[in-house]
């Protein structure tokens, strides 16, 4: 009987990794790293429930850290299947799996550096080695292409319109049943990336409930954005953003563009303090025709993401130099959740400053020194010290890239008959029960909270 255990972003939204055991084959769908509270971290470190060498075959539903980042951990424990994904996801894999490599090692130096390791000597997770071979793995398939990964096995990746690249997962069980790992599910009628495409059945589904529980609020047009512009403008301050490097800052350099362009913003400075964000513009550009019919033309050359001052901010050097300056100035870093990256030094220097405005734009998981922020915290540690926060914190969640609990029944409504059982993940516990509760009542399907190492027969 095959079986499907939840190795991650179960009762949580980091760390998707779902083993399909099939007897004499294993792929795993997503290979996330677990972000967030030092619990689920600390799980990163902890032995993998099978050998790496026993999975065949790995399928990537998109290349934010939370779905690929634990790749080259597996890599370095032995795995050396083909992990397939869309051409879109291996562009992007280029950047960040080499960039967390990069991150865990510079981590690993600075604990040791400054005594703050517990484990003596503290070692990255993985290296910058183990993510270069992790990419020589990448199989790139297009769009609504079934392709057999493992005798017998096929997957088909969908669009998701989450992320440039991302996909659902349509894998086919040797007996033809499609299962279908939705992975992070994206927004209707948003800029920059297409509509969630519909779905007409699946035997079993997998289904994200990050904003299970919530609505975003309803498109204003930028008009919130707007406001903590010309507000941070008008106190002479600067605007941090945290952007996660990957999507986010695509849309708002689309907004700052947009505001800019119907002169409802002053056209400030303009500062992408992050080389990967910098190149994943480009492969936005390069890949324009998977992106929004609305920015399509325009996107060919980056500009319908280039407001009028736009900097890119290249060495550290220079990045320093724009940490130093108190010119008003919109500053995009990532990560978005400042957990680490050169948005660090920025809040750093920021935060203590009245004038400043720190505006998240994107889920803030539990743990995080985002989540901290907004909700309140006067005080942040940042690289061992604790810094004083006198800036305004803002949030704006109406330009995340997840679904909201409306869209996702919306999109779960397309279905012309209900799944065997649909599996909620990717959630933290009230929004996976809250969802769970919707589904049930408003479509009566089979529904059931998936669990962290839960093993389910299929
Ligand atoms: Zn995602």
Redesign the pocket.
């Known amino acids: 009987m095959p079986s499907l255990t939840f190795l991650g972003a179960a009762g949580t939204v980091t760390g998707s990794k779902h083993l399909l055991d099939l007897g004499s084959r294993r792929v795993l769908v997503d290979c996330g790293l677990f972000q967030g509270l030092k619990d689920l971290r600390l799980r990163n470190w902890s032995p993998f429930p099978i050998e790496a060498s026993a999975i065949d075959t790995i399928v990537l539903t998109?290349a934010?850290l939370?779905?690929c980042g634990y790749l080259p951990r597996l890599v370095a424990q032995g795995f050396r299947g083909r992990v397939f994904c869309t051409p879109g996801t291996q562009d992007l894999c280029s950047l960040v799996l080499p960039d967390s490599a990069h991150l865990q090692e510079e981590e690993a130096r600075d604990a040791n550096r400054h005594g703050y390791a517990k484990h003596q000597p503290a070692l990255p997770l993985y290296t910058s080695e183990d993510a270069a071979l992790a990419l020589t793995l990448l199989q790139p398939v297009g769009f609504n292409r079934p392709v057999p990964v493992a005798a017998g096995v096929e997957v088909e990746f969908l669009s998701a319109g989450?992320?440039l690249g991302s996909a659902y997962a349509r894998v086919r069980l040797p007996d033809g049943r499609p299962i279908l790992f939705g992975g992070?599910l994206g927004r209707y009628g948003r800029p920059v990336l297409p509509d969630p495409s519909p779905v007409d059945s699946a035997d079993v589904l997998l289904v994200e409930s990050t904003y299970g529980d919530r609505l975003h609020p309803p498109d204003d047009g930028g008009a919130r954005l707007a406001a903590v512009i010309n507000d941070t403008a008008a106190r002479g301050g600067k605007l941090i953003i945290p952007a996660f490097a990957l999507g986010r800052v695509e849309e708002v350099l689309y907004w700052l563009k947009h505001l800019e362009d119907a002169k409802r913003v002053p056209v400030l400075p303009v500062f992408v303090d992050s080389p990967m964000a910098a190149r994943a513009l480009q492969f936005y550009a390069s890949r324009a025709d998977e992106l929004d019919v609305d920015v399509r033309p325009a996107a060919r050359g980056v500009s319908a993401f280039a407001t009028r001052r736009l900097t890119v901010v290249a060495s550290p050097q220079q990045s320093k130099e724009l940490v130093a300056s108190r010119q008003p100035s919109i500053v995009i870093a990532s990560s978005g959740m400042a957990t680490g990256g050169r948005v660090i030094h920025h809040l750093e220097a920021t935060l203590p400053g009245s004038k400043n405005t720190v505006l998240f734009v994107g889920f803030q998981a539990e743990g995080t020194r985002g989540r901290t922020l907004v909700d309140g915290i006067k005080q942040v540690r940042i690289k061992g010290r604790d810094v004083p926060v006198a800036a305004r914190i803002e949030r704006l969640d109406s330009m995340s890239?997840h679904a909201d609990a409306a869209e996702i029944m919306r999109w779960l409504s397309l279905f012309s008959r209900p799944p065997s059982m649909t599996y909620l993940v990717h959630g933290e516990s009230v929004a996976l029960e809250a969802l769970r509760a919707r589904v049930q009542s408003e479509l009566q399907w089979p529904v059931h909270v998936a669990r962290y190492q839960e093993r389910v027969e299929l």
């Open positions: 998109h934010h939370d779905h989450h992320l992070d890239a």
